[in-house]
């Protein structure tokens, strides 16, 4: 199973909206609503943002929501601020207890 | 509150082995799945080795099968990673972290890693 396709970077300004897709196949984020997104700030740890494509943890600003339609799932920040300047990574179930991450995108606040 | 840390990491030659730790607490780690996920310096994610709440069930990635290991210690609160004939490529920070439950990949708590390097 290959990697799920994420885009290497992203971009937008304080404010505004961004959104970064997540190809998969029709063996994973096909088949599955178990697609996850996680937020990485430099030397951390990865944070849950968003599981079951559309659900967000507790604690997690409504300024994040994701989608999914077919193979791909995306993940959009709405109101961009400074802290949501991150690594961003997706990952869906691909059956048989088999997790996916995508590459990851570089997601920069201009 | 929840908390992961793992332990065991270091500089190891190709072909030898380590275990990796990783002590729970603030949760009812018997409860819950566990997996390990590794993270090249500078790179992504990649998933590494489910096991299930109750060690029934066990999974690891094509690129380690065969050569690491999953398991628990419920009574110690313990999940550990047995790491065989290392290779250059598996160099990486592992972290463990916890299943949210629905066993789908949504790993909702992490610990702060533990970096193995392997080199010669």
């Known amino acids: 199973q290959s990697a799920l396709t994420q885009p290497p970077s992203a971009s937008g300004s304080p404010g505004q909206s961004v959104t970064i897709s997540c190809t998969g196949t029709s063996s994973d984020i096909g088949t599955y609503d178990y697609v996850s997104w996680y937020q990485q700030h430099p030397g951390k740890a990865p944070k849950l943002m968003i599981y079951?494509?559309?659900k967000r943890p507790s604690g997690v600003p409504d300024r994040f929501s994701a989608s999914k339609s077919g193979n791909t799932a995306s993940l959009t920040v709405s109101g961009l601020q400074a802290e949501d300047e991150a690594d961003y990574y997706c990952s869906s179930y691909a059956g048989s207890n088999n997790v996916l991450f995508g590459g990851g995108t570089k997601l920069t606040v201009l | 509150q929840v908390q992961l840390v793992e332990s065991g990491g270091g500089v190891v030659q190709p072909g030898r082995s380590l275990r990796l730790s990783c002590a729970a607490s603030?949760?009812?780690?018997?409860?819950?799945?566990m997996h390990w996920v590794r993270q090249t310096p500078g790179k992504g994610l990649e998933w590494v080795a489910l096991?299930?709440?109750?060690?029934?069930?066990?999974k690891s990635a094509e690129t380690v099968k065969g050569r690491f290991t999953i398991s628990r210690d419920n009574s110690k609160n313990t999940l550990y990673l047995q790491m065989n004939s290392l290779r250059v490529e598996d160099t990486a920070i592992y972290y463990c972290?916890?299943?949210?439950?629905?066993?789908?990949?949504?790993?909702?708590?992490w610990g702060q890693g533990t970096l193995v390097t392997v080199s010669s």
């Open positions: 079951e494509v559309t």
């Open positions: 972290a916890r299943d949210n439950g629905d066993y789908g990949g949504a790993l909702d708590y």
């Open positions: 096991i299930w709440y109750d060690a029934s069930n066990k």
């Open positions: 603030g949760f009812m780690f018997s409860g819950y799945g």
